[in-house]
């Protein structure tokens, strides 16, 4: 028992040793690091993903509702038309809640140049999750930026 005592006390054993700690730390914490590098970029894809799919459906119901809109009066259709529109723009930004401050264009396209459809063009910008803090990373991610465009055919009983 006392030889061992003496080999472990011995100056080569110790180098040895001491060469080697904390770089079970260091590995660690890079792993650490990579690990939620990765999981913010998979939480920005989801939010991204799923803010695309929340403006599509309801931008896409918004230019429904406004193509349903039928008057038996031709003269009360752009009366008609335009109130849709307003309430459907109301109906869009409820149905997005929160997210409708980052809705930049929602642009109702001139129907008198195509009487036969409802045009409407919606851009947002998705807030960026990662490293925010120090670098602006809008353009340099995709999907920050989401742009819809709708063409949806006027509904005309006859």
Do not use: C, I
Request: positive net charge.
């Amino acid at each position: 028992m006392a030889a061992t005592a003496r080999s472990r006390s011995d100056g080569r054993t110790a180098a040895r040793a001491h060469g080697a700690a904390g770089s079970g730390l260091v590995a660690t914490w890079s792993g650490f690091a990579v690990f939620l590098a990765l999981m913010f970029f998979a939480v920005q894809v989801l939010f991204n993903l799923w803010t695309a799919s929340m403006v599509t459906a309801a931008a896409s119901d918004a230019a429904r509702k406004v193509a349903s809109v039928d008057t038996a009066d031709p003269a009360a259709r752009l009366d008609a038309e335009h109130t849709a529109q307003q309430l459907a723009e109301a109906d869009f930004r409820r149905l997005v809640g929160g997210y409708s401050s980052h809705v930049t264009v929602f642009d109702w396209r001139d129907t008198d140049t195509d009487a036969d459809f409802v045009h409407l063009t919606v851009e947002a910008r998705n807030p960026s999750f990662l490293l925010r803090a120090f670098v602006d990373t809008s353009n340099l991610l995709p999907f920050q930026h989401l742009k819809r465009s709708f063409r949806v055919r006027k509904e005309h009983f006859r």
